[in-house]
């Protein structure tokens, strides 16, 4: 782990060790109960780790124990990473926020919405302008998820194997390219859609910088926040510590979904998806979030300035992802929640219904992993865990009573 963090006694930073205790019979008890195969939490105060717990396996069918240095596919947990990545482009003056992104990738020119059709055919009308940089990083540029299947338009991107940008013989850039000739499902800016928004982030970035996406993840965030086991391929030599994944059995339990012996995290993917490509550990994970709680910098090593992590972490929509957003699947629910640059806001506790705090921001992956970086509290709090899909249980909102019950100043 980095030097920058160390672990500590729970008391020393304000949190009490029979209260956190619950967080392990918790975590013990979904092993126990068969929901889960395997869990791991972390709680990290004042800059130290205060808890560090992992149970059951991350690899059932092998008898692989969870471990601290088990990788897992950390899927839309991805996101916040490609969203530092193209701020720190725009830290250098590279673009602004209300730039159209057809400056950099011209098939975006002129994108078209869709506003209804019949008989198979999507009816379409000109967008009102084109969609920026600020619509992809707050979820508001009209694009999708194929997964959904909810609108004409998730069709079409599931019919062009765009469903997840996950297909391992497909390349960043001609996907992104395929992606902008198919309709958007909203004018730009004017609602919240959870979708590939940040894949396409991540061909900004390579487009930007000149440097494959994963060339520049490697060089500019991974390497100096000595990210060493975060990857869009796990290295063969680390095959034995990638966890397998799971999905609920029709009779209880959970069956392999993914195998880490032929998963396609392996061998020769093209796809290098900042939407959920990366698989990480969960120390890797916390060094990137104590970057963010440090407001740019770990380590000596500074990525961002202060002010753009503020921006970054300050909700850009108008009211919560209720008011923007369409009762489609996300990693949040949108009561009480906004959205940043990158990371779901906390705005109203009452309203979302969870504890939390005004300013706290957070997201989480397909397969149940979450975390949250609360600057009040200044807390961390990460869970890695392998089961899909993430709303097979509340797993999210019990975490953060357990957490947040334990601080004690």
Known sequence: MNDAMTITSPEDVGLCSQRLARIDTWRDELVASGRFAGVSTLVARRGQVAHWGMSGHADKERGVRMAPDTIFRIYSMSKPITSVAIMMLYEEGRFQLDDPISRFLPAFKGSRVAVGGSRGKVETVPAERDITFRDLLTHTSGLTYGFMEATAVDALYRDNKLADFGHPDSELMETVEKLAKLPLIAQPGKEWNYSVATDVLGALVQAISGQTFGQFLQERILNPLKMNDTHFIVPEEKRGRFAAN???????????????????????????????????????????CMMLRNKGVLGGERLLGRKTVELMTTNHLRGDMGDMGQARFSESSYLGIGFGLGFSVMLDPAKAQILGTPGEYAWGGAASTAFWVDPVEDMIVIMMTQLMPSSTYPIRKELRVLSYQAAID
């Open 246 to 288: 799971y999905v609920p059995h029709p009779k209880g339990g959970v069956m392999l979904f993914d195998d880490p012996a032929t998963s396609r995290y392996l061998g020769d993917r093209k796809m290098e998806s900042g939407g959920g490509g990366l698989a990480s550990t969960t120390g890797d994970y916390l060094k990137f």
